[in-house]
């Protein structure tokens, strides 16, 4: 049995869980997250799973809304088997957008065309932010660098800004190593530095090559 999928509603407060039975038949016994079980809040298409079937569980509790942005980890137990996953708890957000959005927020005609198509959200740099806020964006936006290192000064100001979607932290890094321009240890300290300092946004990265 293993946990297939793991999502969020728009305020977090319920979980989905799709959950895959590769083995015998399997029944749920428990659901445990934060050091509880949450079984009682849970609804569950199908307590038993046959072979090869799928079962899924909705969690309602404001547990999780009272923890976005932090670690934790949830485990299905079943008579048989366990499966347990780690995430970061955010609440669902599907983005439509562009990369681009320096050039289309430095012009109005551009600005109005993306709010056409319906885009809701930007790639662009930390300067645009405000702007892009003043139309109903969204930014997915580049962290700020001084030197290769964070810059810290920058980076605050918008830590806790509800305008920033996520952190692009760098473009394809697989393949900017792989050229020696960076280093697993400086992208690794990098995530976890801007971690460390923000809880309310995720960290995003783009890879080259899917295999990695």
């Known amino acids: 049995m293993r946990i297939a999928s793991l999502s969020f509603t728009d ?55 009272r923890f976005i942005g932090h670690f934790t980890s949830i485990k299905v137990e079943g008579e048989k088997s366990l499966d347990e996953v780690g995430i970061r708890v955010f609440p669902t957000f599907f983005p439509v957008g562009s990369y681009g959005g320096n050039q289309i927020l430095s012009d109005k005609d551009n600005t109005m065309e993306a709010l056409e198509l319906g885009f809701d959200t930007l790639v662009a740099g930390v300067s645009k932010i405000e702007e892009a806020k003043k139309y109903g964006f969204r930014v997915i936006a580049y962290v700020p660098y001084k030197d290769n290192r964070l810059d810290i000064e920058s980076f605050n100001k918008f830590e806790k800004d509800e305008g920033v979607l996520a952190w692009y932290v760098i473009d394809e890094p697989d393949i900017q190593i792989e050229k020696g321009r960076y280093s697993l240890d400086w992208l690794t300290h990098t995530v976890r530095e801007i971690y460390r300092r923000d809880k309310m946004h995720p960290t995003y990265i783009v890879l080259c090559k899917p295999f990695i």
């Open 11 to 65: 305020r977090a407060n319920t979980a989905y869980l799709y959950v895959y039975n590769d083995g015998f038949e399997e029944r749920i016994l428990r659901i445990m997250a934060f050091n509880r079980d949450y079984m009682s809040y849970s609804d569950i298409v199908s307590e038993k799973i046959p072979p090869k079937e799928f079962s899924v569980i909705k969690i309602t509790s404001s547990d999780f809304s």
